[in-house]
């Protein structure tokens, strides 16, 4: 299957803003589970849901009035689970690049209309890069393994 980003792009508005007079973070997470949804969705054929959202990194305010891009793409698939990599990039109108502004990987499930978990198709990187993003998917995933053992007192 071909693997090809999903991108949105969108000017934020003064419905996104918080009180510091920046887009806010909720409304990022926001596009961030839209384009993942329409990335899983897309690379699985079925209804996908979110199961894991870890690590987001807000590197830079996203100002309101700028150009908002949210690239989706599929790094690792498992039996069911697809990792997607989502960076948010925006850049003012008036310039011509966008900056990255937000990072982080979410884990979406191909489920049927009962909730059950249905089989993805296996993504196999090609590229060195893709090659290196799918090994940065496991060590997230060995990484949550101890997290989640961590929380397990707690929960």
Not at 40 to 63: H, L
Not at 85 to 95: A, C, D, E, G
Not at 123 to 133: A, H, S
Request: aromatic content about 10%; charged content about 25%.
């Amino acid at each position: 299957m071909d693997n090809k980003p999903i991108t949105f792009q969108f000017i934020s508005e003064p419905s996104d803003v918080n009180y510091g007079g920046n887009v806010h973070g909720g409304s990022v997470m926001k596009w961030i589970d839209q384009a993942g949804y329409a990335c899983a969705t897309t690379w699985s054929g079925n209804y996908s849901v979110t199961v894991y959202v870890g690590g987001i990194r807000f590197y830079e305010p996203i100002k309101i009035g700028e150009i908002v891009k949210v690239e989706a793409q599929v790094i690792y698939t498992g039996s069911s689970s697809m990792h997607i990599s989502i960076n948010v990039f925006s850049r003012n109108l008036k310039q011509p690049t966008f900056d990255k502004k937000t990072h982080c990987i979410i884990v979406f499930v191909a489920v049927d209309e009962n909730g059950k978990k249905l089989p993805v198709p296996k993504w196999i990187p090609e590229t060195e890069q893709e090659k290196q993003q799918e090994q940065y998917a496991k060590r997230l995933m060995d990484l949550r393994t101890q997290i989640e053992d961590e929380m397990k007192p707690f929960l």
